[in-house]
């Protein structure tokens, strides 16, 4: 009898290991490198080119570079391989079991806290500041830190769309996490990091303590954005990568909580199956969101995911 056991390889996340057990560390061999990645000499040199990204602009107006297929193919195993490697704790984006909610959690008893936001973060990255991670942090030889800082970057920089352009700008910029850390720890502060969003929370946010931390930013080719920036006392709620901090809790977002209100309204207004769905996608989705911080949110999730079912069933039935 065969058995239908899984593997726990299939259920359980994979082992972490420092960086020097990775497969990418001290490699001298470009042949090797292109192995691992699952290329040949002819493939790597044209997925180096710019033309390998396809260029457009998201429904918000912002450039997007996504890698054709072949190329976003071995961003996910150079990503795959990456995800391997242990990462500090302050870091919550681009890794398994982390997430903004994650992020929240570590200053939910933060009674002061400050929110930076770094300027373009990806396109300001630039390809020199890869090479640099690749040869230092990865101890690749010259010409192997050359082939993966040109398979990841788009001209010159770090792309938007690609799996790993939040590993990428990550370990190209680590000096600099490392330094907001240590900033942190020596102000008895607790530090974290979601892509561009950097936060520090205590009892107490010292007197010039942001322009410390905007300096050691911008001693690193980075700026943070002006407008973005927020100092929350201990009387308010605070907005953390989308959730609300206050009183010890976490809480779903007043702009997240009305958005929801709103597809209710305009669903409880459709007459046609498919403004149903759409309407009936929309609400599944906010709610599921809203789920991962309010619990009661998650039974709500569920009955309009069977209803959206429902809905979809019904559509192809009439059609």
């Keep these: ?54 260029e457009f602009e998201n429904d918000a107006g912002r450039a997007i570079q996504e890698p054709i297929a072949q190329l976003k193919a071995v961003h996910k195993r150079i990503g795959a391989l990456l995800s391997r490697i242990e990462l500090p704790p302050y870091l919550h984006s681009g890794r398994k ?23 373009k973060f990806f396109p300001s990255t630039k390809a020199a500041k890869v090479y640099k991670a690749f040869a230092e942090k990865f101890e690749m030889s010259p010409d192997v830190a050359y082939l993966m800082t040109n398979l990841v970057t788009f001209a010159g920089k770090v792309p938007t769309g690609s799996p790993i352009s939040m590993a990428m700008a ?22 974290t990091a979601y892509v561009d969003d950097v936060a520090f929370s205590g009892s107490k946010i010292p007197k010039g303590f942001a322009a410390q931390a905007k300096k050691c930013i911008k001693s690193y080719g980075l700026t943070s954005k002006d407008k973005k920036e927020r100092f929350y006392q201990s009387s308010e709620g605070k907005l953390l990568t989308g959730i609300v901090i206050q009183d010890g809790e976490l809480k779903v977002r007043w702009a997240h909580n009305n958005s929801i209100r709103k597809e209710f309204a305009d669903l409880a207004k459709v007459k046609d199956n498919s403004a149903k769905i ?23 999730a569920r ?15 009439s059609s």
Aim: charged residues 25%; contains cysteine.
């Design 1 to 54: 009898m065969i058995s239908t056991k899984r593997s726990s390889s299939l259920h359980s996340s994979p082992k972490l290991y420092p960086l020097n057990q990775s497969p990418l560390f001290k490699l001298k061999s470009k042949k090797k490198l292109l192995e691992i990645i699952g290329l040949s000499k002819k493939q790597a040199d044209k997925l180096m080119l710019d033309s390998a990204y396809k």
């Design 278 to 300: 759409i309407h009936l996608e929309k609400l599944a989705g906010k709610l599921h969101a809203a789920g991962q911080v309010d619990f009661r949110q998650k039974d709500k």
């Design 170 to 191: 990550f370990w190209a910029n680590r000096d600099m996490f490392d330094t907001l850390s240590e900033l942190a720890s020596s102000n008895n502060l607790v530090f």
């Design 303 to 317: 009955f309009f995911t069977q209803q959206l079912k429902a809905a979809k069933k019904q559509s192809t039935e």
């Design 97 to 119: 079991k982390h997430s903004t909610l994650t992020n929240a959690k570590c200053h939910r008893h933060a009674t002061e806290l400050l929110k930076l936001d770094i300027h």
